[in-house]
C-alpha cells in the first residue's frame, strides 16, 4: 500500500525557532511536494523536488528552505519561525510521469 | 500563472441527494484537472481526474465534466452518503513533468443522515 508519513501531526513551537518538518515516502517516488493548508485558501505548492538534491521554489517560497539528500526523504525548513507560518503543512509524493500526488497525513504547525 | 477558483466553499445535502462542485481555471493551457477529497485528519486523496481530451468521465456515484470553452470543470456525486462527508479540492495542471498543481480553495461538504 501506498505510503508518506510526516514526522509529526501536532508541533508548537516559538517564534525564531528554526523547525523541521520530516516527510517519507516508501514509493519510490521521483518526485516529492510540500505545501500549506490554509482555510479559504486551499493548498499552496511550497517548494518541490524532481529528485535527489533537486528542489525547485513553488508558489510560496518566502520563509521555507527544503533538503532532498535521500529518494525517500524530503525536509521543509522554517528558518526562523513566524506567526503567519502558523498552518497545515502537507506532504506529497508522485512517480514522474504519472499523476496522481499521494500525501501523508498533515503536520499541524503552530508558531507562539 | 494559473489561477483556480472553487465554488462554493460549503455545501449541505440529505443523503440521497446529489452535490455539484464547480471550478473554473485561467490557463488554457491546463490540460489535467483532478478532484482530491480529505477526510478529517487525514491527506487529500484522488477520487477522480479528467485530461483535456475528455468532456466527462465517470466512476460509479462521481462523476466530473469539463468545459474547455469556457474554462471551467464540476464534481458531481450522486446518491450521496454520510461518508462523502469530507472536503473536496479541485486542481489543474500544465505540465505532467513537473506534476506541478494548482488547488481551488475547498469546499466543506456536509451529507446529512
Known amino acids: 500500500d501506498v505510503k508518506v508519513t510526516q514526522s509529526s501531526r501536532y508541533l508548537v513551537k516559538r517564534t525564531g525557532e528554526k523547525v523541521f518538518l520530516e516527510c517519507v515516502q516508501d514509493?519510490?517516488?521521483?518526485?516529492m511536494f510540500w505545501y500549506r493548508q490554509d482555510p479559504g485558501l486551499g493548498l499552496r505548492l511550497i517548494y518541490f523536488?524532481?529528485?535527489?538534491?533537486?528542489?525547485e521554489k513553488g508558489d510560496i517560497p518566502e520563509g521555507y528552505s527544503v533538503s532532498r539528500e535521500k529518494k525517500e526523504r524530503f525536509s521543509l525548513i522554517l528558518e526562523s519561525a513566524s506567526t503567519n507560518q502558523t498552518s497545515m503543512y502537507l506532504c506529497?509524493?508522485?512517480?514522474?510521469?504519472?499523476?496522481?500526488?499521494?500525501f501523508g497525513p498533515g503536520t499541524r504547525l503552530l508558531v507562539l | 500563472g494559473e489561477n483556480v477558483e472553487q465554488h462554493p466553499s460549503t455545501l449541505s445535502v440529505q443523503e440521497g441527494d446529489s452535490a455539484v462542485i464547480k471550478c473554473t481555471y485561467s490557463?488554457?493551457?491546463?490540460?489535467?484537472f483532478p478532484w482530491y477529497k480529505q477526510e478529517l485528519g487525514k491527506g487529500p486523496q484522488l477520487i477522480i481526474d479528467?485530461?483535456?481530451?475528455?468532456g466527462e468521465k465517470k466512476d460509479q456515484r462521481i462523476a466530473v465534466t469539463l468545459n474547455k470553452t469556457a474554462k471551467h470543470f464540476s464534481l458531481h456525486i450522486t446518491e450521496t452518503q454520510p461518508e462523502d462527508s469530507a472536503v473536496y479540492f479541485c486542481?489543474?495542471?500544465?505540465?505532467?513533468?513537473?506534476?506541478?498543481?494548482?488547488f481551488g480553495q475547498g469546499t466543506t461538504l456536509q451529507v446529512k443522515p
Open positions: 523536488s524532481y529528485d535527489v538534491k533537486m528542489k
Open positions: 490557463d488554457s493551457a491546463s490540460n489535467y
Open positions: 479528467i485530461r483535456s481530451n475528455v
Open positions: 514509493m519510490d517516488h521521483e518526485n
Open positions: 506529497a509524493g508522485r512517480r514522474a510521469l504519472q499523476e496522481t500526488q499521494y
Open positions: 486542481a489543474a495542471s500544465i505540465s505532467s513533468n513537473t506534476g506541478k498543481l494548482i
